[in-house]
C-alpha cells in the first residue's frame, strides 16, 4: 500500500512539472515555497505569484490605490507614466471611449518598444485569464488590487505563442478575513481640452484667404473684395458674420460623475469582495431640441459596472471561487459618431452665415441647414437634425474554479482549474433621418440662399443590428511547492484552450498551450528558474503550428552574503539575469497564411506558404537592484532581443515578369530585426517622524530598433538613399529636407527661384515656397532625394518623476510624465492651409509674403495658396518634435481624524482634489495641437479637474 502511495506521489510531482498552470488562479498565497518576511511585496506574474525577492525576471508593478489617483475612465489611460519600459500614447481622447480594439479605446501602448514590424500590442491577462478583447477597459480602480507589466522572457515565455510583445497582468481585490467594511465613493469632475483649437476671426480669415490667392497670382482681392474686407473687419452686420464655429457646438467644460459602493470582508470559510459603480459622462457636444422635434439630439453615456470575487474554502483541502463581473454602457449619439461631428468643426468658415437660414415673411425656406459648397455635412445637421443611434454594450466576465491540497499524498502538491467565461455585445439602435442644406449666393447685399444637392428633410427611419464577440477559457493546473531546509522548489505548470468567436462576419479563433516553471531557491539567496511554454497556432500549416518558448533565469541576493554584512549603507543588492526566447503568429489581422487566398469566384489573391512558422524573439535581459541607506532603491535593467524569422513580404526580391502579380507572392520568413534598450529606476523615501514622510522618484526608459532584412530591393544608384526600411528604425520618417542655406529656407525673390535651376516633379514652386535639397545632384526634386528626418511615432526615451508628502491625514502627490526623441508628421487640417474653403491656425498667421520678407519680419510658414502646392509634402518643416513633458496627476487629500470621523459612525473619511493633464510642456510648432494627438482634426486631451470623497463604514 505504502509502494502504491508512493507511485502516486512521484507521477503527482512529475504532473506538476509537466501538465502546466498557476497559483494566482483562485489563490492568493504566493506559490513560491520561498519564505519571506510578512511585509515582503508580493509580485502578480499573471499565471502565478511570487515574492519579490524571488523573481527573476524584469517587472514593473502598481497598485491600484495609485490608479485611482487619475480621475480618467478609461482605465489604461491611467497607465501613463507610472510604469518603466511601458509607453502609452493617446491617438484620440474621446471622452470615454471604449471598445473591441485598443484603436477603439483611444489609444496605442507598447512594451519595451518593436521588436517585429508585425503584431506589436501586449497580451492583456486579467485575474489569470487571457483578455483578448478590451473588456477592461471599463474597470474601476476601485476594483483592482494591482496592475503588473511583464517584459522578459523570464516572465514570458510562460505564455507561449501570445507573450512576444509583453503582458500586463490586472489583479482585481479579493475578500479577506474579517469584519465587513463597506467604503461608498464619490467623484465630480469637470473637463476640458488640453488644446482649444484656434479659430481666426472673420477679419483676419479673409486677409488669409486673399493673401492666399495672390501667391497664387490671382490678386490681391481675388477672393473678397475690398469692399467685403472692409465689412468683415468692421463687424457687426449679419450680412457679413463673424462666426466661431468651436463656440457655437463645443462646451467648454463638461462633467463626469461617478459613484460606488464597495463591500469587502469575510471569515476563514468564505471571503468575498463587491464592487458596483456608476459614471455618467456629459456630451462634449452642444444641442438644440427644436420645436416640433420628435427627439431631444442631446448625447449621453452612461456606465455601470458590477464585479464579486467570492473565495470558498470547502474542506481543509478544497477551496473554490467565482469571479462575476459586467459592464453595461449605454451610449447615445447623433447620426453621426461624435469623432465625426469634431472633425467637420474645421471645416465651416467664420464668414459663412448660420447656422439657419433666417425665417421671416420676406425669407424662403427659413430655418434650413446651411453650408457651403465643399461641405456636405454642416455641423449643425449633424448635431440636431440626423436623428440619433442609441449603442448598447454589455461585456460579462465569469470565472469558477477549483483548487484541492493534495499534500496527504505529498506535501507541497496542489492542482486545480478553471473555466472563464467572457463576453462582449453591442445593441445598436438607428434611428436616423436627413436634412436639406442650403448655400448663400455670392450676393453679399442680401441673404439670398439655394439649395444644395437632392436632400430631403426625410421622417426618422428605425433599424436595428448586435454583434456579439465571446470567448471560452479551460484551465487546469498543478503545483508543488516545499522547502527542504536551505532548499526550496516551487514548481507549477497549466494546460490552456481558448475558443474565440469574433464577430460574425469574422472565422473563429482557437488556441491550444501549456506551460511548465520550475524554480529552485537556496537560502532564499540563490534562486534559478527555468520556463518553457508550447503552444499552438491555427495561423501555420499542422507541421509547423506548435513551438516550444524556452527560458532560463536567475537572481542572487548579494546583500545577504557575509562578506556583505559590515556595509552598513548597503541594505540590499540584487543580481537578475535571463535569457530565453518568446513567439509572435500576429499579422495585423491576416490569417491562414499557409493557405491560397480564393474567393467563392475563384478570384485569387494572396498565394500561400505552407512553411511559415512563427516569429521567434531571442530576449536577454540584465539587471540590478539596489537598496542604500534603508531609504534609497535603484533599479537598473539592460534588454536585447532579436528576430531572424520576422514574417515580410517576398515582393521585393522577384522579377516582376513572372507569372504572379507582386502583391500576391506570398509571405515568408525572410526578416531580421533587433531591439535594445535600458530602463533605470529610483526612489527615495524617508519617515522623518510620526507626522511627517515624503519621497521622491522617477524613471527612465530608453529603447531603439532596427530593421535588418526584410527582402527590400534597393532603389537605383541615383536614389539618394537607396534603402528605406532596413539599416532603420521600424516606422522611421521620411521626407524632402529642406535647404535652410539662404536663411529661411524659402524661395524669397524672383532671381533666387530662377538661379536654382531646380524641378520640382509635384509641381511648380512660387515665391515664398520651400527650397528642398537636391540630394542626387540632378535638378529635379522628387523621391530620389527623400532623406529620413527625424524619429518614428513611438519614442526613444520615456520617463516619469513622482514625489509627494504626508503630514497627519495630509497628503500630497505629483506625477510628471514625459517623451523625447519622437517626431510625428503633421498635415490635414490646422496644418495644410487649403483644405475645404480655408482653415487656418497659429502656423498661418505668419506665412511667408513678399512684404513681410522685405521688411524683415518674422516668417513662421511658407506662402498660402488656395490649393495643394508643393509646400503640402512630407519634409522637415512638417515633421515636428513630438517631445513632451507633463504634469500628468496631482492629487491633494486629506483623511478626518479617527475621533471626528466615528461621530457618523464611519471609520475612514477622506476626501481628495485631483487633477490629470493639468500642464503640458512641449516643442511643437502649432501651440493648438497636442504632440501625442498630432493632428487638430481629432480630440485633444482632456485636463480634468476632480474632488473626491471616500467612505468606509
Avoid at 97 to 120: A, D, Q
Avoid at 150 to 170: E, H, R, T, W
Avoid at 532 to 557: C, L, M, N
Wanted: proline letters at 4%; a neutral charge; charged letters at 20%.
Amino acid at each position: 500500500m505504502n509502494n502504491i502511495k508512493n507511485k502516486i506521489s512521484v507521477w503527482a510531482v512529475f504532473a506538476c512539472l509537466m501538465v502546466p498552470s498557476t497559483a494566482s488562479w483562485g489563490q492568493e498565497a504566493a506559490s513560491s515555497a520561498v519564505r519571506t518576511p510578512d511585509k515582503e511585496e508580493v509580485i502578480d506574474l499573471g499565471y502565478l505569484t511570487l515574492p519579490k525577492r524571488a523573481v527573476t525576471g524584469a517587472v514593473s508593478s502598481v497598485s491600484g490605490t495609485e490608479l485611482r489617483k487619475s480621475p480618467d475612465a478609461s482605465l489604461p489611460k491611467t497607465f501613463a507614466g507610472r510604469f518603466s519600459g511601458l509607453t502609452t500614447r493617446e491617438t484620440d481622447a474621446e471622452l470615454s471611449r471604449g471598445g473591441f480594439s485598443t484603436e477603439t479605446m483611444g489609444m496605442s501602448w507598447w512594451i519595451r518598444g518593436l521588436s517585429t514590424v508585425n503584431g506589436t500590442t501586449p497580451m492583456v491577462i486579467l485575474d489569470g485569464v487571457l483578455c483578448p478583447n478590451t473588456n477592461y477597459v471599463y474597470l474601476s480602480p476601485d476594483e483592482i488590487e494591482s496592475v503588473t507589466v511583464l517584459k522578459d522572457a523570464a516572465v514570458l515565455s510562460l505564455y507561449g505563442i501570445q507573450g512576444a510583445n509583453g503582458v500586463i497582468s490586472i489583479k482585481t481585490k479579493r475578500g479577506r478575513v474579517g469584519k465587513t467594511d463597506v467604503t461608498v465613493t464619490f467623484d465630480q469632475s469637470l473637463q476640458q481640452m488640453t488644446r482649444r483649437p484656434l479659430f481666426v476671426n472673420s477679419g483676419e480669415y479673409v486677409d488669409l484667404r486673399n493673401q492666399a490667392g495672390c501667391n497664387d497670382g490671382l490678386g490681391k482681392y481675388s477672393q473678397f473684395s475690398p469692399s467685403d474686407v472692409e465689412q468683415f473687419h468692421a463687424g457687426g452686420n449679419e450680412l457679413y458674420p463673424n462666426n466661431n464655429w468651436y463656440d457655437m457646438f463645443v462646451r467648454p467644460l463638461t462633467f463626469m460623475s461617478r459613484a460606488g459602493v464597495t463591500v469587502r470582508g469575510g471569515s476563514e470559510k468564505v471571503q468575498y469582495f463587491s464592487n458596483v459603480n456608476y459614471m455618467h459622462q456629459q456630451s462634449p457636444f452642444k444641442t438644440t431640441e427644436e420645436p416640433g422635434s420628435q427627439y431631444n439630439p442631446e448625447p449621453k453615456n452612461d456606465w455601470f459596472n458590477f464585479r464579486s470575487n467570492v473565495d470558498v474554502k470547502f474542506t481543509s483541502y478544497l477551496k473554490g471561487f467565482l469571479r462575476l463581473a459586467g459592464n453595461v454602457k449605454n451610449e447615445k449619439t447623433t447620426g453621426y459618431s461624435n469623432a465625426a461631428v469634431y472633425d467637420h468643426l474645421f471645416t465651416l468658415p467664420p464668414t459663412m452665415y448660420g447656422p439657419l437660414t433666417p425665417s421671416g415673411d420676406e425669407y424662403e425656406n427659413g430655418g434650413q441647414v446651411i453650408t457651403h459648397d465643399d461641405e456636405g455635412t454642416p455641423v449643425y445637421g449633424m448635431l440636431n437634425r440626423s436623428g440619433y443611434i442609441q449603442n448598447l454594450y454589455v461585456n460579462i466576465t465569469a470565472q469558477a474554479g477549483l483548487n484541492m491540497d493534495l499534500g496527504f499524498l505529498t506535501k507541497g502538491l496542489s492542482i486545480g482549474g478553471l473555466m472563464a467565461y467572457q463576453t462582449s455585445t453591442l445593441n445598436q439602435t438607428l434611428t436616423t433621418q436627413d436634412f436639406e442644406r442650403y448655400i448663400r449666393t455670392k450676393d453679399m447685399s442680401g441673404l439670398y440662399f439655394t439649395k444644395k444637392g437632392s436632400s430631403l428633410n426625410s421622417p426618422l427611419k428605425y433599424s436595428k443590428s448586435s454583434t456579439m464577440d465571446y470567448n471560452l477559457n479551460l484551465y487546469a493546473h498543478a503545483n508543488y511547492s516545499r522547502t527542504f531546509g536551505d532548499h526550496s522548489i516551487d514548481a507549477m505548470g497549466y494546460i490552456f484552450y481558448q475558443k474565440q468567436e469574433l464577430q460574425k462576419s469574422n472565422l473563429p479563433y482557437k488556441r491550444e498551450s501549456m506551460g511548465a516553471t520550475a524554480t529552485y531557491g537556496y537560502k532564499n539567496r540563490y534562486f534559478i528558474k527555468a520556463d518553457v511554454g508550447y503552444s499552438g497556432s491555427e495561423q501555420f500549416h499542422p507541421d509547423k503550428r506548435y513551438v516550444a518558448t524556452p527560458a532560463i533565469s536567475g537572481a542572487w541576493i548579494v546583500s545577504d552574503e557575509a562578506f556583505m554584512k559590515d556595509i552598513e549603507w548597503l541594505n540590499y543588492l540584487k543580481l537578475r539575469a535571463s535569457y530565453g526566447i518568446t513567439v509572435n503568429d500576429q499579422f495585423g489581422g491576416a490569417r491562414y497564411l499557409y493557405l491560397d487566398d480564393i474567393d467563392i469566384n475563384g478570384n485569387e489573391g494572396l498565394k500561400g506558404n505552407p512553411s511559415l512558422s512563427a516569429e521567434k524573439m531571442k530576449k536577454q535581459n540584465y539587471g540590478i537592484e539596489l537598496g542604500l541607506f534603508n531609504e534609497l532603491s535603484i533599479s537598473l535593467d539592460w534588454y536585447k532581443s532579436r528576430c531572424d524569422n520576422m514574417l515580410v513580404s517576398s515582393s521585393g526580391t522577384i522579377p516582376q515578369y513572372q507569372g504572379v502579380p507582386l502583391n500576391y507572392y506570398p509571405k515568408t520568413n525572410g526578416g531580421k530585426m533587433e531591439n535594445y534598450g535600458y530602463e533605470i529606476e529610483a526612489m527615495y523615501e524617508k519617515r522623518l517622524n510620526d507626522d511627517w514622510s515624503f519621497h521622491v522618484g522617477g524613471s527612465f526608459s530608453f529603447n531603439k530598433n532596427k530593421v535588418i532584412s526584410v527582402n527590400e530591393s534597393p532603389y537605383s544608384s541615383d536614389y539618394a538613399y537607396r534603402l528605406r526600411t532596413e539599416g532603420y528604425t521600424s516606422g522611421q520618417v521620411w521626407g524632402y529636407l529642406i535647404d535652410y542655406s539662404n536663411g529661411n529656407g524659402m524661395f524669397n525673390f524672383k532671381e533666387e527661384l530662377e538661379a536654382s535651376g531646380l524641378t520640382y516633379a509635384f509641381g511648380t514652386p512660387r515665391l515664398g515656397d520651400f527650397i528642398y535639397q537636391d540630394l542626387n545632384g540632378d535638378k529635379v526634386i522628387d523621391e530620389k532625394d527623400i532623406a529620413p528626418i527625424g524619429y518614428s511615432r513611438i519614442p526613444r526615451q520615456s520617463y516619469n518623476l513622482t514625489a509627494g508628502f504626508k503630514y497627519k491625514g495630509l497628503e500630497v502627490s505629483l506625477l510628471f510624465q514625459g517623451v523625447n526623441k519622437v517626431s510625428t508628421v503633421a498635415s490635414g487640417i490646422g496644418v495644410y492651409e487649403h483644405a475645404y474653403q480655408g482653415v487656418f491656425n497659429d502656423i498661418h498667421q505668419h506665412a511667408w509674403t513678399q512684404e513681410r520678407w522685405n521688411n524683415g519680419e518674422k516668417i513662421e510658414y511658407p506662402a498660402l495658396s488656395l490649393n495643394e502646392s508643393t509646400n503640402h509634402v512630407a519634409n522637415s518643416f512638417f515633421v515636428w518634435n513630438a517631445s513632451y513633458l507633463r504634469l500628468k496627476n496631482m492629487e491633494i487629500a486629506y483623511t478626518l481624524p479617527k475621533h471626528i470621523s466615528k461621530k457618523i459612525c464611519a471609520e475612514n473619511i477622506r476626501f481628495s482634489l485631483s487633477g490629470q493633464n493639468l500642464l503640458t510642456f512641449d516643442k511643437m510648432r502649432s501651440k493648438y495641437i497636442d504632440p501625442e494627438i498630432g493632428t487638430m482634426g481629432d480630440f485633444q486631451p482632456y485636463r480634468v479637474y476632480n474632488i473626491g470623497v471616500s467612505l468606509t463604514f
